[in-house]
């Protein structure tokens, strides 16, 4: 299982697992996408994400938050996480991913942005569990 939603009162909330750190925050993106969009994202664009934060939970809000930013500004809707690298001594995290244009796509929901409220990366019997809460 990839990830799975929380009860939340308004917004969306889920929980993402990875045997590691970067399977875990590819599935967060996973979970993001089935947030947006209803049916599967061809892959057919392909970018490159490059973000850096000042620890992991910032890192983390700034990968997902470029996700949003380019769904926004270039209707850009994700696929597949093809790679992820985390420099998690320096907080830097690069990766590349596969997606579609959004106008071929119904929208589930309008996401506004990331939060801080109830963020959490831990790690729980050497697996990780990212929990995350999207404004919307």
Known sequence: MRFK?????ADIKFKAFGKNLEETF???VYALQDSLVKGK???KIKKKIEVSGSDLESLLYNFLEEFLFLFDSEQFLVSKVKEIKIDKKKFKLKAKVVGDSAENYEIKTHIKAMTYSELKIKKVKGKFEIVVVLDV
């Open 5 to 9: 939603y929380l009860p939340h009162t």
């Open 26 to 28: 590819a599935n967060c």
């Open 41 to 43: 994202v061809k892959e």
